[in-house]
């Protein structure tokens, strides 16, 4: 099998910070998350770059990929060293954390969901957490079952309060059958998720064989774009449109944020581009983001006879020069 580089499909140095992986991996999911980018090879390049953040934002898992060295490369027969991963236990990695109920079967309703396993690459060395394969202590083979991985889409305010989803999620089919079979999960989702978080439901993944521990279910959110308010990590951006009085007068104006409206007061000479703070009104967290209000003057239309001589009387009355600092 190739190896993967997975600090290439990050566009990473390998002396990358944990905020570098982070950072890298938000911006590539916008890029190309299949539900919003128009490149052609979007899913493929949104899978890869998936497994790439699931090993390095993971300190073992990028400690053990690390031991391999820099000197692999692409298009060589890659098999993982006897003892790689020795003095590593890849369970125990702490991630968010969501909560879920296996109702089985179809519900009603449910959401269309398929999760995605990762490459042969990534199995060789991590195998969902443990060696695909292994003997049980009485003797029967068991086999472990394999991390899945899928995205979930909220609204900003869901981010915000938390949500409920019903995923129907694919499975294998059953011994004997060819027919892939579906189970519903029930999901509960914390408050305070941010883009391109990985949320993680332990044993929700794909089934084991025999006595083998199944796997896990990684969903990593997306979160749609808002109608108003623009989220830039914790904190949420809005551009508040405003009179030209109100801006050179002073208002205090009803303005919407993710926990309800609040009162803005406008200081006077407001100019636009003047960026106003409401802290801990951001996306819900330890601590909260802020909300920034950024002002947009916007003029009247000079449409009617009395607008129009209102603006000349401004003209000749106001000593103003907007480009005097020129």
């Not at 405003?242 to 006077?268: F, K, N």
């Amino acid at each position: 099998m190739e190896f993967r580089d997975y600090y290439q499909t990050l566009g990473l140095q390998r002396a990358a910070s944990a905020d570098d992986i982070r950072k890298a991996y938000r911006r590539l999911a916008r890029k190309y998350h299949p539900d919003v980018s128009k490149e052609a090879d979007a899913l493929e390049r949104f899978k890869q770059m998936q497994e790439a953040y699931e090993v390095l934002k993971d300190p073992k898992k990028r400690a053990a990929y690390d031991q391999l060295g820099a000197n692999w490369k692409q298009g060589e027969q890659f098999r993982p060293p006897p003892d790689f991963g020795a003095g590593f236990d890849f369970n125990q990695a702490r991630r968010g954390r969501a909560h879920a109920a296996d109702h089985g079967g179809e519900a009603g309703g449910a959401h269309s969901f398929e999760s995605e396993q990762f490459s042969d690459f990534f199995s060789s060395l991590f195998g969902g957490g443990d060696q695909p394969f292994a003997a049980a202590a009485d003797g029967p083979r068991r086999r472990n079952g394999r991390d899945q991985h899928a995205t979930i889409e909220l609204d900003l305010e869901e981010a915000h309060r938390g949500a409920v989803r019903e995923l129907t999620l694919q499975q294998a089919p059953a011994p004997g059958s060819t027919t892939p079979g579906e189970r519903t999960l029930r999901v509960t989702l914390p408050a305070g998720v941010t883009e391109g978080q990985s949320v993680r439901l332990a044993g929700q993944g794909e089934p084991a064989v025999g006595k083998g521990r199944p796997g896990d279910l990684y969903l990593m959110v997306h979160i749609r774009p808002h109608r108003s308010l623009e989220l830039e990590g914790r904190d949420v951006k809005l551009t508040l449109p405003v009179a030209p009085w109100e801006a050179a007068l002073g208002a205090t104006l009803t303005v919407p944020t993710l926990g309800g409206s609040v009162d803005l007061r406008i200081p006077p000479q407001s100019q636009s581009g003047s960026r106003l703070r409401l802290r801990g009104r951001g996306l819900a967290g330890d601590p909260p983001g802020d909300q920034y209000v950024v002002l947009k003057v916007v003029l009247p239309p000079a449409d009617t006879p009395a607008a129009r001589e209102l603006y000349e009387r401004m003209r000749t009355e106001l000593a103003f020069d907007p480009r005097a600092s020129l």
